[in-house]
């Protein structure tokens, strides 16, 4: 089942099309599924008809077109990052969302590869990390204090940011930690077979926890079935475009994504669902980037 596809030459236009493509859809996720919340539609049932609907499509197209054995290898790393890329991440950016904007939670993301520094030496203890990286770290953490300190929601008078910001932070961590995972995993497998075997876990652990909080199944509007369909391709499209990339390019290549994230979260808040964009996201918006640039400029030297 491993394919190896490190070495492959990749046509730019496909890179810089990945890009664009990762970055649309998870900016444009976060505001659909604020815009669902907004509305009533309740996070744990949301979440898990979210991972089960997906799962389930991943499972059809890997059952008709994937003619490759069952690898148990695979299964297992498969679920060890699931827990960080899918599962926690969906739990803690889903409840962040009811007490911050979809613009600063995507704000916040941009800010996952230079923490991914930090789990790149938990993890991979031989990784040298360079005095100007952990400088970044740095510079990114105090973007993210700004707005614990301005107090900044991104909402109109409205939010918390000590519970929506701390949940969102943990849900970076989480991204920062699967990124790890994924660059030390996923490289080996084909792309349809590594994101189908993610998801048998996470759906398992969503179904529990909406059997255990006794949630209740939820009927939806055309309106909102239409923006569940949308919000699923974009995960899907999202998280198949960006593990395409991490198999094939560089950090830095991969790194694009993160710059261009909020750029589309925070203006599709802005657009769609009235979200506040003033001097707090301004001033911590320009540390995080300039810890990005940091982070990635020994990439761009070497």
Do not use: H
């Not at 990762?22 to 509305?39: D, Y």
């Not at 949630?215 to 923006?227: G, K, P």
């Amino acid at each position: 089942m491993s394919k190896n596809i490190k070495n492959q030459k990749t046509p730019v236009s496909k890179i810089i099309g990945a890009i664009f493509t990762a970055a649309f859809m998870w900016g444009t996720g976060n505001v659909i599924s604020r815009s669902l919340l907004i509305e009533g539609i309740d996070e744990i049932f949301l979440i898990t008809l979210r991972v089960t609907v997906i799962g389930t499509l991943l499972f059809i197209y890997y059952s008709i077109f994937n003619r490759d054995k069952f690898d148990s290898t695979l299964l297992k790393e498969a679920s060890i990052t699931a827990m960080a890329s899918i599962f926690f991440v969906g739990w803690f950016f889903i409840f962040s969302l009811q007490y911050i904007s979809s613009g600063l939670v995507t704000l916040l993301i941009s800010s996952a590869p230079v923490f991914t520094i930090v789990w790149l030496k938990i993890l991979l203890k031989e990784e040298k990390i360079s005095r100007q990286k952990y400088i970044s770290i740095f510079i990114g953490l105090l973007g993210v204090s700004y707005l614990f300190i301005s107090k900044e929601t991104g909402l109109q008078d409205q939010g918390n940011i000590f519970l929506g910001g701390s949940l969102a932070f943990m849900g970076v961590q989480c991204i920062a930690l699967a990124t790890v995972l994924n660059r030390k995993y996923a490289r080996k497998y084909k792309v349809s077979s590594w994101l189908t075997f993610q998801y048998p876990i996470v759906i398992l652990l969503s179904t529990a926890a909406f059997l255990i909080t006794g949630t209740e199944v939820q009927s939806l509007n055309t309106s909102q079935i239409l923006r569940v369909i949308m919000l699923v391709f974009f995960n899907l499209g999202a998280f198949t475009s960006f593990t395409w990339l991490i198999q094939r390019v560089s950090a830095l290549q991969v790194a694009s994504v993160d710059y261009l994230v909020p750029v589309v979260g925070v203006s599709a808040g802005v657009i769609f669902l009235d979200e506040s964009f003033n001097s707090n996201v301004i001033v911590a918006g320009i540390f995080i980037f300039i810890s990005l640039l940091m982070n990635t400029k020994e990439e761009f030297s070497s």
